[in-house]
T-cell receptor, first 113, second 114 residues
């Protein structure tokens, strides 16, 4: 039982490049979400999904796309990276969309030059 | 909308001393409250949560937090800290009856010195 896994751990991009941050969980959790963590700002919700095929925007969705084709995977896509997207990205999951303990992945550190 | 304010960005403390990390929130609806801990270079782990019932909640490693509705606070305390408690601590809320969308404070970095 690996929990929530994220790849890659580190990534450097140039402005305008695209990439996909991968997130997978093996706990059969219905609810998955993406947060970004910036110094002095805590974590902010980017997108979330209450189940396969269902996604919605969080607090800071601009510049990011998501899809949820399976229960296990919830990739986050940066279509055209900008320096403002330099951050640490965390994926989280919970059994349901109601109040449950969320389990966080180890994070992906992204630097956009 | 909800917001969370953690009143101290950094808290230095000596080992075996007591500590309090302060958290205030603002919300027009009832909320559930959480404390998460982030050890260096790791993801977040749930430390404790208040959903209902007793306003004093405890974690397995000696932390406790008390929900004060009138003061809209959820301060985290530990009577005697260890070096291993050095980490960043995040207070978070989510509105009752909604999806599990956490609103986090900016975090408090607890540094325990020998």
């Amino acid at each position: 039982n690996a929990g929530v896994t994220q790849t890659p751990k580190f990534q450097v991009l140039k402005t305008g490049q695209s990439m996909t941050l991968q997130c997978a969980q093996d706990m059969n959790h219905e609810y998955m979400s993406w947060y970004r963590q910036d110094p002095g700002m805590g974590l902010r919700l980017i997108h979330y999904s209450v189940g396969a095929g269902i996604t919605d925007q969080g607090e800071v969705p601009n510049g990011y796309n998501v899809s949820r084709s399976t229960t296990e995977d919830f990739p986050l896509r940066l279509l055209s990276a900008a320096p403002s997207q330099t951050s640490v990205y965390f994926c989280a999951s919970s059994y349901s969309a109601s109040v449950e303990t969320q389990y966080f992945g180890p994070g992906t550190r992204l630097l956009v030059l | 909308a909800q917001s969370v304010t953690q009143l101290d960005s950094q808290v230095p403390v000596f080992e075996e001393a007591p500590v309090e990390l302060r958290c205030n929130y603002s919300s027009s609806v009832s909320v559930y409250l959480f404390w998460y801990v982030q050890y260096p270079n790791q993801g977040l782990q749930l430390l404790l949560k208040y959903l209902s019932g007793s306003t004093l909640v405890e974690s397995i490693n000696g932390f406790e937090a008390e929900f004060n509705k009138s003061q809209t606070s959820f301060h985290l305390r530990k009577p005697s800290v260890h070096i291993s408690d050095t980490a960043e601590y995040f207070c978070a809320v989510t509105p009752k009856g909604g999806y599990n969308k956490l609103i986090f404070g900016a975090g408090t970095r607890l540094a325990v010195h020998p």
